[in-house]
């Protein structure tokens, strides 16, 4: 997040032929080479033996095609990217990739800045985790940084164990681990947002705020990730990291500074002021065939690798009250699916009406509390929405909206990838989750993991199961 000079480096990413590396890093890492990177190497390793260094350039020139990068326009023929395969992940075969990285350090004459992206499923972390320790790619005469992807464990004691494994080859000033949420800029927008107009923050609190919605919809189903989303739901997969984290930045304290420690101390101290979560504030759901925006859509359990018999949630409702001074009483509403209505990442902050009516038309319910909503994705944005009276003789009030796009003011917004890598080379760890709060943030959700909950069934291209609305004691959601 800050304007250093990148020194030179070389990236190995371990996973380098999956679906994160081709679609998210290697377009990322292209845009930024670009801009940012002069002296910057690449390793892609994977556990296939089918590539070697060209074939490996080939297949990638192909998918970023695929991803809109055009390389004749950037003038990049990809010869900073090698192959080398870690076959089945022996301790012998990173001993081979560690010549290699070593090799091609002094081949460019590199200083040992390395970062090790494991862009893996989190089954693999710990053997590469182990390996990379052991066959020594943790030592040099540069700087070493670890980057692993999210999810960070399954439950409490996994995520424990995992830290635990993590800190006995790197320290956690080393450790990236990602949640790409944080990269995206309307998600840091949230900070800017509340910090720097202290118009909205000085209203921040449960005198002024009724309640806290924040929704992830997508209309994607499960796609070709059955295998990993099967065994893990919409609690972990979704609430657990994005959704929490969305939860931190719009309700944690000021931080002393926009540094790394500042922002997640703040993070870590709102999730442990988190009450436990009652199940009966949860709801599930499952997705039932339906249309999405026109386009028929199979049941979750008829998708491609889920059992017929899937209880897997994908779709999670749940309540949380935040036990402190700022927040007692406000509920805090998350709510996300698959196959829902719309794709929408948003905020909804409800207000409180105003004490009483002075209008003898209208009675205090009539009239509609202020919104705050941002749109996080897509048309990122935000509204205020507040009441005028209507033109006119007689006394009508209408809801109209201050409106701001994205898209209207500025040009492109870079991928949240872009945002994280550069972070990531910079050294910046603020848009990192640090090892204490996601635990904490397990601390939070493991209870609930044992829980029988029921699946309630939503149509496919609908908002999830209307039993959900009875977490809003009445009222309904917010959806722009
Ligand atoms: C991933 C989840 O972390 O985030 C996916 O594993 C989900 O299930 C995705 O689809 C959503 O990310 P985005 O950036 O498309 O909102």
Redesign the pocket.
Known sequence: MNGKRIPPYLLVIVGGTGDLARRKLIPAICRLREKHLSEFYLIASGSGKKHNDQTYRDFIARSLEDEGVDLREIGDNLDWMYYQSVGGGSIEEYKVLADRVIQLEKEHNLPGNRVFYLAVPPSVFPNAIKNLGESGLNKSNGEIKLVVE?PFGQDLKSAQELNGLVHGYFDERQIYRID?YLGKETVQNLLAFRFSNAMFESLWNRDRIERVEIT?A?T?GVEHRAGY?DKVGALR??IQN?LTQLLTLVSMEVPTALEADDVRHEKVKVIRAISPISSEDVVFGQYTSGAVQGKEAAAYVEEEGVGKDSRTETFVALKLNISNWRWQGVPFILRTGKRMFKGI?EVAITFRRPPVSIFRQFSINDIQPNKLVMTL?PNEGFDLFFKVKEPGDSYRLSTQKLHFQYSEIFGRIPD?YETLLLDVLRGDQTLFVRADEVESSWELYTPLLSHEFEVHKYASGTWGPTVAESLLDGDKWFTV
Do not use: L
Request: charged residues 25%; negative net charge.
């Open positions: 999210k790409h992830v997508e994607v989303y997969d979704m994005h990442t994705q949240a």
